[in-house]
């Protein structure tokens, strides 16, 4: 296994142990998540790749599915992740832009969007995006800090003289918005973080 694998899977493993000393424990939370959005069939879409903490979730369950963000430096923190676990067969990485996404419309059963809103400039544009491409039948699960989570970031990346930006639209004014739009709704919230399951 090469240099660059190994080294990125030392600097994941400092990330979580990081994670964990503020309370935050990200496989406990990815995993509830999981569980609270089954059954999880079919072509499955990942929004946000990130560094790839709930991509290794989904690959370490043994799920097949797609992978999108808008950073090419981001995805391969977690390409390598999944390298080093040799799950790569089981994860199609591409870039994408989640407020304007390249595929067909009704392309997925399932689309995950895992603590990714508040980073979008425009939530409500990538909102109608993921509606656009479930298909009539599937659902959007999506999970986001609240309150006591932002709390909790700004702290992680303080250390580092960093700000965690809080965005710009709750998971309940989405939930609304998607009500509003006939899509039915269930919600569960943990400590520092609330989960919306969308069904069309």
């Known amino acids: 296994m090469g240099t660059e694998v190994l080294e990125n899977h030392k600097r994941y493993l400092e ?8 309370g935050y424990d990200v496989e406990r939370e990815r995993n509830f998540i999981l569980e609270k959005s089954k059954p999880i069939e079919g072509d499955i879409l990942e929004i946000g790749t990130g560094k790839g903490h709930f991509t290794l979730a989904l690959a370490k369950k043994g799920y097949n599915f797609t992978s999108v963000d808008i950073s090419v430096k981001e995805q391969e923190f977690a390409r390598l992740n999944i390298k080093y676990l040799k799950l790569d067969k089981q994860v199609k990485f591409r870039i994408d832009d989640a407020e304007d996404l390249s595929f067909k419309n009704e392309s997925f059963d399932v689309v995950f969007a895992i603590n990714v809103i508040h980073h979008f400039k425009n939530p409500f544009k ?31 990346h303080a250390v580092k003289g ?9 998971l309940d004014e989405i939930s609304d918005y998607l009500e509003n739009k006939g899509f039915s709704i269930r919600k569960h919230q943990r400590e520092i973080q609330d989960i919306v399951v969308v069904h069309n």
């Open 126 to 156: 990538a909102i109608n995006e993921f509606k656009r491409v479930v298909k009539p039948k599937g659902k959007i699960i999506l999970s986001d800090f609240n309150e006591e989570g932002f709390k909790m970031m700004d702290k992680i």
């Open 15 to 22: 990330r979580i142990n990081s994670y964990k000393n503020f």
């Open 162 to 170: 960093r700000k965690h930006e809080a965005g710009k639209v709750t």
